[in-house]
């Protein structure tokens, strides 16, 4: 059973930095990617990886985000700086297999399978 654990939620202050981790990320995943969703708004995708290192990321983010993984410990990151109220939401990681498609990073929601709980990230201004 496919267990995705994220951490490194919290509450910061406007142009601090955090980074997220998502242990569980095994080496049989070829896409993954970290979603987030704030509260009366859809889930969105915000960065995402696949195994040859290609990234993609939504145009909110770029600059700011980066989306990365460490094989040996089975865990992707975000690393998120210069933070602003807006990136407040419920951070997600997603992970799946490639079943034979070695396709380009994707940020849609409904190509996951495989989801975890959540780390909570707020930021006040």
């Known amino acids: 059973q496919v267990r995705l654990v994220e951490s490194g939620g919290d509450s910061v202050q406007a142009g601090e930095s955090l980074r997220l981790s998502c242990v569980g990320a095994e080496s049989r995943f070829y896409y993954m990617a970290w979603f987030r969703q704030a509260p009366g708004k859809e889930r969105e995708g915000v960065a995402a990886?696949?195994?040859?290192?290609?990234?993609k990321y939504a145009d909110s983010v770029k600059g700011r985000f980066t989306i990365s993984e460490d094989v040996s410990k089975n865990t992707l990151y975000l690393q998120m700086n210069s933070l602003k109220a807006e990136d407040s939401a419920m951070y997600y990681c997603?992970?799946?297999?490639?079943?034979?498609?070695?396709?380009?990073?994707?940020?849609?929601?409904?190509?996951?399978?495989?989801w975890g709980q959540g780390t909570r990230v707020t930021v006040t201004s």
């Open positions: 990886i696949v195994r040859n290192g290609s990234t």
């Open positions: 997603a992970a799946d297999e490639n079943y034979g498609s070695w396709g380009p990073p994707n940020l849609s929601a409904s190509w996951y399978p495989n």
